[in-house]
């Protein structure tokens, strides 16, 4: 038994290496490569560019959905009135174009203009006009066609995947966000030049989707009551100053500092909760002034605003929490 588990392991490895010098010639950089390519579009596994990629947000290009427009080049007039729209698969590959509306007037001399994202890679190989009117329209290739707008970084052709910051001339993020396929996926956050969170968006291939958390920029500390002034925050806060002093990467200090502090129990004032499904309002919306109190408090469903609620601030009682 464990001589035939033995044979067996050494057969997996001989192949395994023979793949490797066969496919990639025996280089990691190609392997590596290879790896990013095939999970760019899979961000559940590991080591993909989704969690293992981080570039400059500068770089990053947004580009405008894929539209068509059928355009008469005629000297003397120019039909108008044809739409056209595109036949899309599941995995977002146009493999036709349909006319919705043939428009009038047209003349012999007419052209598909594409723009927007993947403009480059859609060819016509022919369009009919008859009697002034689009007849037919016949797509040259399958390629690419992007219903959003989507996220380019640098001169690549494909839509990028992965982590995008910008920062402050401290060093500390500014922005961060998440991109699947160049859409929005995953956690979009914003911070103060102190590391203090400004937002927490969630988003689903592109759209708003899950929680949205804005926050005031003040921490709450579970021990701030009374007059004490040697809140959570500020004994945190200085255990860290020595850190970011040394660092060379402030942002991974305010994140372990924001860390440390919430999990001995501290706290942001939120200023708006929202929350959202594909796109639309769904589930409770709340805001709240500087010191807690709640403003107003809305429901919606699908969209739909279910019910709303404002508070008399004047009427309320302001927390009891002293800003940390």
Known sequence: MKK?????????????????LLLFEGNIKNAST???????NKDWMPYSPYTNRIENADKLRIMDATQIKIVDNHLFWNGSGAIIVPEINQKGILINLQIKNCGVGYSQDVEAKITGSGQSDIHVSKISVKNGKINDIQLKERSNWYLLPTAFWGNERLPFTGIVEKKFPNGQNFTVQQYSNGLLHGVSKRFTSKGLPVYNLEYYKGLKHGTHIYYYDIPISPDSVGESKNTLWTEISDSYNDL???????????EDLIETFRLKGGAFQIKLLEHWKNNRKDGLFEAFDRYGNKMYKDEYKLGLRINHRTFDKDKTKTFNRKAG
């Not at 035939?4 to 023979?18: D, K, Q, R």
């Not at 970011?244 to 305010?254: A, L």
Request: charged share 25%.
């Open 34 to 40: 290879w790896w990013e390519s095939f999970t760019r």
């Open 244 to 254: 970011e002093e040394d660092s060379k990467d402030i942002s991974k200090v305010n």
């Open 4 to 20: 035939g588990l033995l044979l067996l392991c050494i057969i997996v490895v001989t192949f395994a290496g023979s793949a490797f």
